[in-house]
């Protein structure tokens, strides 16, 4: 039980809340693939991981793009030959209230953050059912279970993940491959260091557990859904915001 020696996909692993479950995958024994467009910050993940002992390999990819995600899963079975985990965590925003919302912010948001999801799970599902395993782990955020004033786009895109990881639940199940999605509250991350101080000091004083999250938060729920042991646990959408949402 566990997940030693299995091949993780971590997008998005180079930031924020990808590279602290970069770090928890590799620390338990898991053959991490950081995929991640940003070159710069997937290399250094890359050998930091190295430097702890760890095994990771950083390839480059647009979640968006359907030949890049393409790529990258023949780049991974030609490394490993199995893919046993993916964790859909890449997202973007592009925040504008809806009277001023560009359509390029709107196409960009759900372009990475709805079709990236898709484009990623339609291309290693195909392995994983031939070999009947796999564990998908979608991120969802509180904002697609509640809304959040100028992200329009992004709760869109959020919302679609929950309704798309609800399908492949009943899909995937009967084929060994468990679906789930976490949906995290607000996370001390790259994403949201853009915001004013006094703002995330008024977000934390409105958390019941008192503060904001921590990428470390987040990446535990994604070893535990990610474990061979959580097998029965699917299509789950897993609240991971302090009580914020309550
Ligand atoms: P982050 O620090 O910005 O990390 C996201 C990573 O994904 C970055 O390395 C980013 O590269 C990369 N990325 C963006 N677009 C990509 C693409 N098209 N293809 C491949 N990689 C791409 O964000 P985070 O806060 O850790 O967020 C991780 C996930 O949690 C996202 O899905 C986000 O929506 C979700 N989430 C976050 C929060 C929060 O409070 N932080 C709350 C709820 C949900 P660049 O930096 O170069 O763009």
């Known amino acids: 039980m566990g997940m030693r020696d299995h091949v993780a996909i971590i997008t998005g692993g180079g930031s924020g809340i990808g590279w602290a ?102 291309a290693v599902v195909r392995p994983m059912r031939k070999r009947g395993y796999g564990r998908i782990i979608n991120t969802s955020s509180i904002v697609g279970r509640f809304g959040n004033v100028g992200q329009t786009n992004y709760a869109a895109a959020k919302a679609g993940v929950i309704g798309m990881t609800l399908t492949w639940a009943k899909e995937l199940g009967p084929k060994g491959i468990t679906v789930n999605a976490v949906a995290p509250g607000f996370i001390r991350t790259p994403m949201t260091a853009a915001m004013p101080p006094d703002i995330l000091q008024q977000m934390a004083e409105k958390v019941p557990v008192g503060r904001l999250g921590e990428p470390e938060d987040i990446a535990r729920v994604y070893l535990f859904l990610a474990d061979e042991a959580s097998g029965y646990i699917n299509g789950a959408v897993i609240s991971v915001d302090g009580g914020l949402s309550l």
């Not at 710069?40 to 190295?50: L, S, T, Y």
């Open 21 to 122: 479950a970069v770090k928890a995958f590799a620390e338990r024994g898991a053959r991490v693939v950081i995929a991640d467009w940003n070159a710069d910050e997937g290399r250094k993940a890359e050998d930091a991981v190295h430097a702890l002992g760890g095994e990771a390999r950083f390839v480059a990819v647009d979640v968006s793009q359907p030949e890049s995600v393409a790529k990258l899963v023949e780049t991974v079975l030609g490394a490993y030959g199995q893919i046993d985990i993916l964790i859909n965590n890449a997202g973007i925003t592009r925040d504008a209230m809806l009277h001023k919302m560009s359509y390029e912010a709107w196409q960009r948001v759900i372009d990475v953050n709805l079709s990236g999801v898709f484009y990623c799970t339609q």
